[in-house]
C-alpha cells in the first residue's frame, strides 16, 4: 500500500479543526503517523496564526479517491472556497504525496510544490519522516530542511496533546 503524507493547517478554532480533521481522517483510512503541530504566521497574507502538522497513512485508495475525500472534509469543516489562495480557513488539507509517485492528479501535481517550499510543510514533514525520498530529488527530507532557507518567519513547535485527548 502506497505510503501518503497529507499536510493540515488551521488558523480559525485551530485545535477544534485539527482534531476533528485527524477524527475524520482516522475514520477513513485508519491509524496515522503524526508529526509536532507548529505554530507559523500566516503565508501570503496578514491574518492569525496557523497551526500546521503532516500526517502519513498508508491506503489503497486512489489519488483521485483521496482528493475528493480531503474535498469533503474541508467542505463539512466550514472551509470556504474562494479565489485568494492566500486566506484563513477553518482547515486546510493537501495530499502532499502518494507513494514515490511523480504523476499529475485533479489539476495537482505530487508530490506537490508546497514540500520544498514552505518551512510549516517541510519542517513536520522532517521530523515525522527525516530519511524518506522526495519522489523528485530523491534527497532525503531532513537534508532538505537542514539545506532550507526560510524566509523570516515565527514558527514554533507546539504541544500537540490536543490531538490525543480530544480526538
Known sequence: MPQIWLS????????HHLCMAMRRLREHLGEAL???VYESDAEGFSGPDFYNLIAGFETEQNPEELI???YRIEDDLGRIRGEQKFSSRSIDIDLLTYGDQIISVCGKELPREDILDYAFVLKP???????QLHPVTATSYLQHWQEFSPKPQHMEKISSDFLDKEC
Open 8 to 15: 493540515l493547517g488551521s488558523n480559525q478554532q485551530r485545535k
Open 34 to 36: 503524526i508529526s509536532p
Open 68 to 70: 475528493a475525500l480531503l
Open 125 to 131: 514533514l522532517a521530523d515525522i519522516a527525516p530519511q
